[in-house]
């Protein structure tokens, strides 16, 4: 079973660019999570879909960020403009159904995205 | 408040058992989690536990919580090279609010 797939893997850009990050979740998940991981912190969850619907975006700053899941597969997440802070790692993950329980979240390799 | 607090890093011998200490806030957390994240990769599920248990034993791991303290620990039993990696605590919020809160990572990194 092939995992979650992220491109670019890696992304320099200046701030005030634009930048778009694309994920493939596994095959049959329902579920599309985007993760923002800040060096030496923890994930934190930008937005949930569930198919193609957001479910949680609370902590999505929707000045610069937006997230689509056209067809409740593929996601793709973009930052524009970009600024310093934004420099993280950008991790999609994928669940099989609703996250709920033990349902496990399987995570891609991440875009570590750098704005100079 | 929603905090998951752990000790950035940790030292172990070769052979050694691990123990990873997390404190987490919110009383009303359902699942607690251990993620291991190696370098360059995404976040691997390693275990978790439901909010009413208070141990869960799988082959070398075992995960302790005490819900009393908001206590949960991760032991690894006979640590191997292997086992060098980030480890994250993290809580799946209760009440209707099914958000994973995870720590800053414990670093684990094995002594020959």
């Known amino acids: 079973e092939a995992g979650v797939a992220q491109s670019p893997r890696y992304k320099i850009i200046e701030k005030r660019q634009s930048v778009a990050f694309w994920c493939n979740p596994i095959?049959?998940?329902?579920?599309l999570y985007w993760y923002q991981q800040i060096l030496g912190q923890g994930p934190k969850l930008l937005i949930q879909f569930q198919n193609n619907g957001v479910v949680d975006d609370s902590q999505l700053p929707k000045d610069r960020f937006s997230a689509e899941r056209l067809k409740g597969v593929d996601s793709t997440l973009k930052i524009q403009p970009a600024k310093l802070e934004d420099s993280a790692v950008y991790l999609c993950?994928?669940?099989?159904?609703?996250?709920?329980?033990?349902?496990?979240?399987?995570f891609g390799p991440g875009t570590r995205l750098t704005v100079t | 408040g929603e905090d998951v607090e752990q000790s950035l890093f940790l030292s172990v011998r070769e052979g050694d058992s691990s123990v990873i200490n997390c404190t987490y806030t919110?009383?009303?957390?359902?699942?607690l989690y251990w993620y291991k994240q190696e370098p360059g990769a995404g976040l691997q599920l390693l275990t978790y536990?439901?909010?009413?248990?208070d141990m869960k034993q799988d082959q070398r791991l075992t995960v302790l919580l005490n819900k009393k303290d908001k206590h949960l620990s991760l032991r690894i039993a006979d640590t191997q090279t292997g086992d060098s990696a980030i480890y994250f605590c993290?809580?799946?919020?209760?009440?209707?609010?099914?958000?994973?809160?995870f720590g800053k990572g414990t670093r684990l990194h094995i002594l020959p």
């Open positions: 993290a809580e799946k919020m209760g009440q209707g609010d099914d958000k994973i809160i």
């Open positions: 095959s049959g998940h329902a579920t």
């Open positions: 536990i439901f909010s009413n248990m």
């Open positions: 919110d009383s009303s957390s359902t699942y």
């Open positions: 993950a994928s669940s099989l159904v609703d996250g709920q329980g033990g349902d496990e979240q399987y």
